[in-house]
């Protein structure tokens, strides 16, 4: 029996196959019958569920496929979103020149996910000269041409994106998180190829969570779970 878990907005995890597999080992306890059921998932050939990356999910935002994107907003969204983190939807309604706070770049509630304004900060001079062209190319508005609305801009970046073969966007947000654990920590994330928790000095550890809830809040979240997810443990 083989199965394929999938994963909902929510974070939340459905996997048919082993919910069956507990609802069953349940019956078999209450008439008295567990042998009939085997304890564990593998022996129906179950994979185990994954909550933390062992391997990094950060594609490089190749040279070559972005040249072949025409629209050039799309392809100053998809650096964007290398560079800050961003999420598709804030790379696309984001307005550079109100953004730019000299020090950060500033998210409005109204473009985020979760609705609430957070700042990512301007740390690199690759990341400023990268927000001085985004600026230049929208001007005062969005990086949604002034004669189309979100949805028609967001239609065309599907497609850009897909013509050109560049998929995986989100992973583009694990390469920022990777990026700024280096910088934070002075060492590389462990989906990166750096040490991993159990390797770290108590002092180190320190060092770690700090770095973990920085980068968790500049991604848009609050816990510093979640960062095992872009960075491993």
Same mark, same amino acid.
């Given at each position: ?7 909902? *907005?929510?974070?939340?995890? @459905? ?36 909550? #933390? ?11 070559? $496929? ?10 100053? =969204?998809? @650096?964007?979103?290398? !560079? ?5 939807? /804030? ?9 730019? *706070? ?10 985020? $996910?979760?609705? $609430?304004? %957070? ?9 400023? /000269?990268? &927000? ?5 190319? =929208? ?10 609305? +979100?949805?028609?801009?967001?239609? @065309? ?5 897909? %013509?050109?073969?560049?998929?995986? #966007? ?5 390469? +920022?998180?990777? !990026?700024? +654990?280096? /910088? ?24 770690? *969570?700090?770095? %973990? ?5 500049? &991604?848009?979240?609050? @816990?510093?779970?979640?960062? !095992? #997810? +872009? &960075?491993? %443990?």
């Amino acid at each position: 029996m083989a199965s394929s878990c999938t994963q909902r *907005r929510s974070h939340t995890f @459905r996997c048919p196959f082993k919910n069956r597999m507990s609802v069953l080992r349940w019956l078999a306890e209450k008439i008295d019958k567990q042998n009939i059921v085997a304890r564990g998932n593998a022996a129906s050939g179950i994979a185990d569920r994954r909550r #933390v990356r062992s391997e990094s999910k950060a594609p490089d935002l190749d040279a070559d $496929k972005l040249a072949a994107v025409s629209d050039p907003y799309t392809a100053m =969204s998809l @650096r964007l979103q290398e !560079a800050f983190g961003l999420r598709r939807e /804030e790379s696309i309604e984001l307005r550079p020149q109100w953004a730019d *706070r000299v020090e950060v770049l500033r998210l409005k509630a109204s473009w985020t $996910k979760g609705g $609430k304004e %957070r700042d990512i900060p301007i740390s690199t001079d690759e990341r400023r /000269e990268l &927000l001085q062209l985004a600026k230049e190319l =929208s001007g005062p508005g969005s990086l949604i041409p002034a004669e189309m609305s +979100y949805r028609d801009q967001l239609n @065309r970046f599907k497609a850009q994106t897909a %013509r050109a073969g560049i998929d995986r #966007v989100h992973g583009l947000r694990h390469g +920022y998180a990777q !990026a700024r +654990y280096a /910088e934070l920590t002075g060492w590389k994330a462990p989906a990166a190829g750096g040490p991993t928790s159990k390797q770290l000095t108590p002092a180190q550890k320190a060092i770690d *969570r700090d770095a %973990r809830l920085t980068i968790s809040r500049e &991604l848009g979240h609050e @816990r510093e779970q979640i960062t !095992a #997810v +872009y &960075l491993g %443990r």
